[in-house]
């Protein structure tokens, strides 16, 4: 059976045309969920040992049994922006920014007795001791970026610009593993600034230019390049 976690999402926008030339736009968005093979409802498998049996048994092959390992998974990914537009018919100007936070916290759980046996057709094989439960993970991602973009109409001729710069860093909170019966000791693993993206920049830029050819605007001719992200 599936089983789906609720999601929740905040947006927040805010546009004023301060001139008639000048249009200024904000916005904040958010959205935070969790996912991941929750704990069933009532759970009484929690103080069992977990069976992985890999042979073949009624012509099905890998059987899990007696307890089942569950997750927590929490996620949440805030953005914002800002731009301004400038346009006077002709000519046309927009400058802007754009910011992005992910933070995720990954917990994988097991039985409460910290093992899982592996069998073959109903013979144990080999055991596994679980150093810490739940099993642990977090990483926070940034992302910035700046942009402007400009446009002008000669006559027939139109030309068209743009350039952006984006930054993107990770790191990983503060951590830690240990405290089941087989790792009793709990080691702390500090925030790490440097284990993830330290920082990436990058500059895209595009150009564009179009010509009305018989100045009727049905027929044009068109060239564009650009450089663009794959996010």
Same mark, same amino acid.
Do not use: C
């Given at each position: 059976?599936?089983?789906?976690?609720?999601?929740?999402?905040?947006?927040?926008?805010?546009?004023? #045309?301060?001139?008639?030339?000048?249009?200024?736009?904000?916005?904040?968005?958010?959205?935070?969920?969790?996912? &991941? *093979?929750?704990?069933?409802? &009532?759970?009484?498998?929690?103080?069992?040992?977990?069976?992985?049996?890999? *042979?073949?048994? %009624? *012509?099905? $092959? %890998?059987?899990?049994?007696?307890?089942?390992?569950?997750?927590?998974?929490? @996620?949440?990914?805030?953005?914002?922006?800002?731009?301004?537009? !400038?346009?006077? %018919? @002709?000519?046309?100007?927009?400058? *802007? !920014?754009?910011?992005?936070?992910? !933070?995720?916290?990954?917990?994988?759980?097991?039985?409460? /007795?910290?093992?899982?046996?592996?069998?073959?057709? &109903?013979?144990?094989?080999?055991?596994?001791?679980? &150093?810490?439960? #739940?099993?642990?993970?977090?990483?926070?991602?940034?992302?910035?970026?700046?942009?402007? /973009?400009?446009?002008? $109409?000669?006559?027939?001729?139109?030309?068209?610009?743009?350039?952006? +710069?984006?930054?993107?860093?990770?790191?990983? #909170?503060?951590?830690?593993?240990? =405290?089941?019966? !087989?790792? #009793? @000791?709990?080691?702390?693993?500090?925030?790490?600034?440097?284990?993830?993206?330290? =920082?990436?920049?990058?500059?895209?830029?595009?150009?564009?230019?179009? +010509?009305?050819?018989?100045?009727?605007?049905?027929? @044009?001719?068109?060239?564009?390049?650009?450089?663009?992200?794959?996010?």
């Amino acid at each position: 059976t599936s089983d789906a976690y609720p999601q929740h999402l905040v947006q927040v926008s805010w546009q004023a #045309p301060w001139t008639n030339r000048l249009l200024l736009d904000a916005g904040f968005a958010s959205s935070a969920y969790d996912y &991941g *093979g929750r704990e069933r409802e &009532g759970n009484s498998t929690r103080n069992l040992v977990r069976i992985n049996d890999t *042979g073949v048994q %009624g *012509g099905l $092959t %890998g059987i899990t049994y007696r307890s089942m390992n569950f997750q927590e998974n929490h @996620a949440s990914t805030p953005r914002w922006r800002a731009s301004a537009a !400038y346009v006077t %018919g @002709a000519h046309s100007m927009k400058v *802007g !920014y754009e910011g992005r936070m992910q !933070y995720s916290d990954t917990n994988s759980y097991q039985n409460t /007795q910290d093992i899982t046996y592996t069998f073959r057709n &109903g013979a144990p094989v080999s055991l596994t001791l679980l &150093g810490s439960n #739940p099993l642990s993970g977090s990483i926070v991602t940034h992302s910035e970026a700046l942009y402007a /973009q400009e446009q002008w $109409t000669l006559g027939r001729l139109t030309l068209q610009g743009g350039l952006r +710069y984006d930054y993107t860093s990770s790191y990983y #909170p503060e951590q830690r593993f240990g =405290g089941t019966k !087989y790792h #009793p @000791a709990v080691f702390v693993f500090a925030e790490d600034t440097t284990g993830g993206i330290t =920082g990436f920049n990058d500059i895209n830029t595009r150009f564009g230019v179009a +010509y009305d050819l018989f100045g009727d605007g049905k027929t @044009a001719l068109k060239f564009h390049a650009g450089r663009y992200l794959d996010t």
